[in-house]
C-alpha cells in the first residue's frame, strides 16, 4: 500500500496545509479541549503511508496524551507521552549499530559538539530536578514526572544526534513545551501558558512528522538527491566545529 500511495515528498506540502489548517481551528476559532487530540491524530493517519510503523506509534501514542489531557487525566497522559517518547527512542536509536561504536564515532568525528551535548543534557536534567521535580506531590506522580523527564531527555539528546535537522528542531520544540507545562502546572502560573505550551507542541509534531517522512523517502532512494546535499551541508557545518 506504501508503495502506491504518497510517492514523492511533494505529498508533504498537502498534508502540512491540512494539519495547519487543523491547529489553526483548534487554537483560535473552535478551542473545544475535545478537539486537542484532532491534529495529531491526523498526522498518525497520515504517517501510515509515509513512515515506519514505529514512528506511527509514536504519533498515536501522543495523540493518546493529548486525549488525557483534553480529558483532565493527567497521569494517564503523561503515561502516553511516556510511551510515545519510547516509540521514538526505538527509531532514532535503530541507525546506530552499538551503543559503543556510536559513541566512538561521536567522540572522534565530533568531539566539540558531542561534549556540548552531554552537558546541556546534564544541564537541563539538572534543572528539571531541582527546579520542576521538588514541586511535584509526593508519591506516583513524582515518580512519573522524573521517569518521563528522564525518557524526554534521552530522545532529545539522541534526536540531537541525528542526521535531520527537522527531528532535531522537532524534539527541542518537544522539549519546550513540555518545559513550560510542567513549570506552568507544578512551579507557577505561565502567562498565556495554553498557547505558550501548545504552539511549540503542535511545531515539534509537525516537524518530527517532516523529519521522519523524509529520512523514510530516502531511505527508499526517493528524493535522494535533495537529502544527500542537506546532509552534506550538516556534515560540512559539523566538521567546521
Same mark, same amino acid.
Given at each position: 500500500?506504501?508503495?502506491? !500511495?504518497?510517492?514523492?515528498?511533494?505529498? $508533504?506540502?498537502? #498534508?502540512? /496545509?491540512?494539519? =495547519? @489548517? +487543523?491547529?489553526?481551528?483548534?487554537?483560535?476559532?473552535?478551542?473545544?479541549?475535545?478537539?486537542?487530540?484532532?491534529?495529531?491524530?491526523?498526522?498518525?493517519?497520515?504517517?501510515?503511508?509515509?513512515?515506519?510503523?514505529?514512528?506511527?506509534?509514536?504519533?498515536?501514542?501522543?495523540?493518546?496524551?493529548?486525549?488525557?489531557?483534553?480529558?483532565?487525566?493527567?497521569?494517564?497522559?503523561?503515561?502516553?507521552?511516556?510511551?510515545?517518547?519510547?516509540?521514538?527512542?526505538?527509531?532514532?536509536?535503530?541507525?546506530?549499530?552499538?551503543?559503543?561504536?556510536?559513541?566512538?564515532?561521536?567522540?572522534?568525528?565530533?568531539? !566539540?559538539?558531542?561534549?556540548?551535548?552531554? $552537558?546541556?543534557? #546534564?544541564? /537541563?536534567?539538572? =534543572? @528539571? +530536578?531541582?527546579?520542576?521535580?521538588?514541586?511535584?506531590?509526593?508519591?506516583?506522580?513524582?515518580?512519573?514526572?522524573?521517569?518521563?523527564?528522564?525518557?524526554?531527555?534521552?530522545?532529545?539528546?539522541?534526536?540531537?544526534?541525528?542526521?535531520?535537522?527537522?527531528?532535531?528542531?522537532?524534539?527541542?520544540?518537544?522539549?519546550?513545551?513540555?518545559?513550560?507545562?510542567?513549570?506552568?502546572?507544578?512551579?507557577?502560573?505561565?502567562?498565556?501558558?495554553?498557547?505558550?505550551?501548545?504552539?511549540?507542541?503542535?511545531?515539534?509534531?509537525?516537524?518530527?512528522?517532516?523529519?521522519?517522512?523524509?529520512?523514510?523517502?530516502?531511505?527508499?532512494?526517493?528524493?535522494?538527491?535533495?537529502?544527500?546535499?542537506?546532509?552534506?551541508?550538516?556534515?560540512?557545518?559539523?566538521?567546521?566545529?
Amino acid at each position: 500500500m506504501k508503495n502506491h !500511495i504518497l510517492k514523492s515528498p511533494l505529498t $508533504l506540502i498537502p #498534508l502540512g /496545509l491540512v494539519y =495547519a @489548517v +487543523f491547529i489553526i481551528m483548534h487554537l483560535f476559532f473552535h478551542d473545544s479541549p475535545i478537539q486537542l487530540p484532532f491534529p495529531v491524530a491526523l498526522l498518525t493517519i497520515f504517517s501510515l503511508f509515509v513512515c515506519p510503523i514505529v514512528a506511527t506509534l509514536f504519533f498515536l501514542f501522543s495523540a493518546l496524551g493529548d486525549w488525557g489531557g483534553a480529558t483532565g487525566q493527567f497521569l494517564p497522559q503523561m503515561g502516553a507521552f511516556a510511551t510515545a517518547h519510547i516509540m521514538l527512542i526505538v527509531y532514532l536509536a535503530m541507525p546506530f549499530r552499538t551503543i559503543k561504536d556510536r559513541f566512538r564515532d561521536l567522540c572522534s568525528s565530533h568531539r !566539540i559538539g558531542f561534549y556540548f551535548q552531554l $552537558l546541556s543534557s #546534564l544541564a /537541563l536534567l539538572a =534543572a @528539571v +530536578f531541582t527546579r520542576i521535580v521538588p514541586n511535584v506531590p509526593a508519591g506516583v506522580l513524582s515518580i512519573g514526572v522524573s521517569v518521563y523527564s528522564i525518557l524526554i531527555l534521552i530522545m532529545w539528546s539522541l534526536a540531537m544526534m541525528h542526521q535531520s535537522y527537522w527531528i532535531k528542531i522537532g524534539a527541542t520544540l518537544f522539549l519546550i513545551s513540555d518545559f513550560i507545562l510542567a513549570w506552568n502546572r507544578f512551579v507557577s502560573p505561565v502567562e498565556m501558558a495554553r498557547l505558550q505550551i501548545l504552539i511549540p507542541y503542535f511545531l515539534a509534531q509537525g516537524c518530527l512528522f517532516i523529519g521522519i517522512s523524509l529520512c523514510n523517502f530516502a531511505k527508499k532512494k526517493i528524493y535522494k538527491n535533495f537529502f544527500i546535499s542537506f546532509h552534506s551541508l550538516e556534515l560540512h557545518f559539523l566538521n567546521s566545529l
